[in-house]
């Protein structure tokens, strides 16, 4: 049997103006990875004041846009960090609206007066940026109407065509990538106490965190279930 394995959690770092972690800065750890990332790749092309039929000429530097969706959801098994939300998701994704949040906002050089530098990184994937746009809908409340759960859209940009990678020796995936893990498909009935157990697997309670369900007792028919990872 496969042994079980620690799915890898995607992360948002502050960086200092070398790129390298920065002292006392934010570390944001995701709810749940997200399903895609999109890059789109663009140059700034112009043809000012040439004659017509005058190829365009470029004009400015590139830039690499990453965008995806994240979801937060206090009714489900959260981050290990940041603390304890206290029922509110707001308390969850404030920490990724943070690096939109302008430093030294009182200081005399306006190049100062920046959002955080920050660093994506999940698993091998590395994308370094600032931080344009944070759209958030909260589409679930409870009864007494404080959210509960949030849909985050991100962009992040940075003023160039680096592709990165993460440095050889440095930290690696440690889940199987999209596509190649088998998944377990539930029964009427079934619940993933049961499954596990049929895998050989004693860690359900890290199965079902690690699959982001919230009610291992009673599986929704045909749930697909990755059996060989844990949180």
């Known amino acids: 049997m496969p042994q079980p394995q620690t799915l890898a959690k995607a992360q948002f770092i502050e960086t200092d103006p070398q790129g390298n972690p920065k002292s006392g800065g934010q570390t944001v750890t995701v709810q749940f990875n997200p399903q895609t990332l999109k890059l789109n790749y663009s140059n700034q092309w112009g043809s000012g004041n040439q004659p017509q039929g005058s190829s365009t000429q470029f004009v400015g530097t590139s830039t690499t846009k990453l965008s995806m969706e994240l979801w ?10 940041p603390s304890d939300p206290g029922g509110d998701v707001r308390q969850l994704t404030k920490w990724i609206t943070y690096f939109m949040t302008v430093q030294n906002p009182n200081a005399p050089q306006q190049d100062t007066r920046v959002p955080p530098s920050l660093k994506f990184q999940w698993g091998s994937f590395v994308f370094h940026g600032t931080m344009d746009t944070v759209d958030e809908t909260i589409d679930m409340f409870s009864a007494d109407g404080v ?9 992040i940009s940075k003023h160039d065509l680096l592709f990165e990678f993460a440095a050889a020796g440095g930290p690696q995936p440690t889940a199987p990538a999209a596509g190649t893990s088998p998944l377990t498909t ?32 009673l599986l929704q028919p045909g749930t697909m279930i990755n059996l060989s990872i844990t949180a």
Do not use: C, H, Y
């Not at 937060?72 to 960090?81: A, G, H």
């Not at 959210?147 to 962009?155: A, G, K, W």
């Not at 079934?190 to 291992?216: E, H, R, T, Y």
């Open 72 to 81: 937060f959801d206090v009714t489900l098994p959260l981050p290990s960090e």
């Open 147 to 155: 959210p509960l759960r949030s849909n985050v859209s991100v962009s």
């Open 186 to 217: 539930a029964n009427a009935g079934d619940s993933l106490a049961q499954m596990a157990a049929k895998a050989g697997i004693s860690n359900w309670q890290g199965v079902a965190q690690a699959n982001g369900i919230s009610n291992p007792r």
